[in-house]
């Protein structure tokens, strides 16, 4: 299990978003920070396939995941930090069309969709219209399409926006939990909710990578004592407004 970016460039006009970043994850929990401005939305858009570099590629266990086509979205769980949902729907009806866009079979649909409603704790609230949903229940029903069918490789943008401190802990703990088969990447601008779970850290700063590595070895590479530290000693007074103004 492997995932691969190789020299990808994306641009905006003259604004470089990534200027040719490279990296190979395996199995385990990717946190991946840095302020505004810094490339995180482009680079997990285009690892998901919904954004196209202008040259680079993009590999899973060795092929472009270009070429594995509608393969690769039955490897791939996605959770955008946008809640764009069918407010009309209930939770259930919108967990049962995202499987069958994943492909998952009927008689496999009602199981798998307990399992991810009671992963979220949505259980009771699944015959609610989404429309009737609070801000933290509309992300942890995005987790929740995310996980269906299991998948390899899941990126999670903002994963915990929204929810009440007691949630954030649940998620984080499961996030870590099912991490086991899983490559995960998470984008987050809460410093504390990934350094607890993460088995690395990449840092990115305008549009490259400016480090990584585990918690224990960037606290020690930066004389801190915790990964808020290192992110205000990398990023400084653009790190603190990125955590106030999250995008």
Not at 51 to 80: F, H, M, Q
Not at 105 to 128: F, G, H, M
Not at 136 to 147: F, V
Request: hydrophobic share 35%; proline share 4%.
């Amino acid at each position: 299990m492997k995932l691969e970016l190789e020299n990808i460039v994306k641009k905006y006009g003259d604004k470089v978003a990534l200027g040719g970043v490279s990296l190979t994850l395996g199995q385990g929990v990717y946190g991946l920070l840095g302020p505004n401005g810094a490339g995180k939305s482009t680079m997990m858009n285009v690892i998901t396939g919904n954004l196209r570099p202008d040259s680079g590629t993009v590999k899973y266990d060795g092929e472009n995941i270009r070429e594995l086509g509608w393969k690769y979205r039955g490897i791939l769980g996605y959770a955008p930090q946008q809640q764009g949902l069918y407010d009309s729907f209930s939770g259930r009806r919108f967990l049962a069309y995202m499987a069958t866009l994943k492909d998952i079979p009927r008689s496999r649909q009602k199981s798998e969709i307990d399992r991810v409603l009671k992963y979220v704790n949505l259980t009771e609230a699944a015959k609610k219209p989404i429309g009737a949903y609070s801000g933290g229940m509309k992300q942890r029903i995005l987790i929740a399409q995310a996980i269906l069918g299991e998948p390899k490789l899941v990126v999670l943008d903002e994963p915990t926006a929204g929810l009440d401190p007691k949630e954030r802990v649940r998620v984080r703990e499961k996030i870590k939990e099912i991490s086991a088969d899983k490559i995960i990447l998470v984008s987050t601008h809460v410093v504390s909710d990934i350094q607890s779970i993460a088995d690395e850290i990449i840092l990115l700063k305008s549009g490259e990578i400016a480090d990584r590595g585990t918690v224990s070895e960037l606290c020690r590479k930066y004389s801190s004592e915790d990964m808020e530290r290192v992110y205000m000693k990398l990023f400084g007074e653009d790190g603190e407004n990125d955590k106030a103004n999250p995008v």
